[in-house]
């Protein structure tokens, strides 16, 4: 995060040819040093890593993570991680792999995929609308070199090979398994099918569309907005909440509280467009499919086709009611929802979805 960028990504031919970039096709990213959003967040460091913030840090905090990691503890009441100060990282020269390759990040499925976090507002997202059902743009993206490298170096140390091998097996296994009863569909053309006929949110869609529930404020969605900073959002009765969060941790200002809607918000066409886009983008991650697998594996009350249609109308039902609550945060018109409303509503919906599970894990 928070750097100089603009450059094409010299690096977009030269990684591993078992590493699938296709879907980083188009994208433009340049770091908004106001931002920091991506810092509210614990990121996973190896032991090397560790040595390496200690060196620059000898007192900072780390607790143990999964495997072999450890984890950088952000500070309590949804507060950034211990490392920044004043929305600059004090480690960035040494800053861990997640921090270095974000936007950028690479699913390990049957296949190593890198993916891009909607999320981050550095990354343009008119390349959605160049979305023609399979075909995304295809030109390469810019200003993504250094995150590149960083995948490219991390993809050469990691034990990658393994954790395919392993992603392989888990989907033979699934494969084996729904096909003795009758369940199973290729990836490819589960894709193909709602390339095709993408499907429309519901009423009940909308229902399941409302404000996140968490005990904790560190649980909570974050989006990020030029003029309030980090907003998180949540249920207050039936009300959304929408509170602005310090980097110290706590509330900033008032909660400001928004009555739920009751209609899905209408789109203007270039809205329209721009959402279709996101659908089709993502349902060639394979985040998305190896999400529905993975619910697959542990039903038997819904079919790979059912689950696919699922995540895709929630996609789309939370990205139109995020981005019309957003809208009404920022005191601009809720419904139909213009192209920027549309825009927020997926920024403030996609890094969720990157946090579900899948049959593979992240690099
Ligand atoms: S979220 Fe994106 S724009 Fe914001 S600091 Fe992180 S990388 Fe930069
Ligand atoms: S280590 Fe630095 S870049 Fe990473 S989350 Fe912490 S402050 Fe941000």
């Known amino acids: 995060m928070t750097r100089e960028s603009g450059e094409g990504s010299r690096r977009w031919e030269s990684l591993d040819p078992a590493l699938s970039l296709s879907l980083l096709a188009g994208w433009s990213f340049l770091c908004r040093p106001d931002c920091a959003l991506c810092c509210f967040a614990t990121p996973a460091v190896t032991p090397s890593e560790m040595d390496r913030l200690l060196r620059i840090e000898p007192a900072a905090p780390f607790e143990r993570g999964e495997a072999e990691f450890s984890i950088v503890p952000a500070r309590p009441r949804g507060g950034a ?73 991390e993809y050469g140390r990691r034990p990658v090979r393994a954790y395919l091998a392993e992603g392989k097996r888990r989907e033979d ?39 996140p529930d968490a005990d904790s404020i560190a649980d909570l969605p974050l989006f990020w907005d030029s003029t309030l900073g980090r907003v998180a959002f949540r ?45 089709h983008f993502c349902l060639e991650r394979d985040f998305l499919i190896w999400m529905a697998y993975s619910e697959a594996s542990g039903t038997r009350d819904a079919s790979l086709e059912e689950l696919v249609e699922a995540i895709l109308r929630s996609l789309s039902a939370e990205a139109r009611v995020r981005g019309a609550m957003r809208a009404r945060l920022l005191g601009r018109r809720s419904d139909p929802l213009d192209r920027a409303a549309v825009e927020w509503g997926i920024r403030a919906t996609d890094s969720d979805f990157l946090d579900q599970g899948t049959l593979g894990r992240v690099l």
Do not use: N
Not at 145 to 152: I, K, N, P, S, W
């Open 81 to 153: 991680c211990h490392f920044l100060t004043q929305l600059r990282c004090r480690v960035h020269p040494v800053r861990p792999f997640p921090c270095a390759t974000y936007p950028v990040m690479v699913h390990l499925g049957s296949q190593a995929q890198a993916d891009i976090v909607l999320s981050c507002p550095g990354v343009d997202l008119a390349p959605l609308s160049r979305w023609e059902g399979v075909r995304g743009p295809s030109d390469p993206p810019m200003g993504l070199d250094q995150e590149l490298g960083r995948v490219a170096e």
């Open 173 to 211: 296994r699934l494969r084996s398994r729904m096909q003795r009863r009758g369940g199973w569909i290729e990836p490819a053309d589960l894709r193909e099918l709602f390339h095709s006929d993408l499907p429309v949110p519901e009423k009940e869609d909308l229902q399941e569309a409302g404000p």
């Open 235 to 279: 249920r207050r009765g039936s009300a959304w909440e929408f509170q602005a969060i310090r980097e110290e941790g706590g509330p900033q200002g008032l909660p400001r509280i928004f009555e739920p809607i009751h209609e899905l918000p209408g789109l203007e066409p270039e809205a329209r467009r721009m959402l279709e886009g996101y659908l």
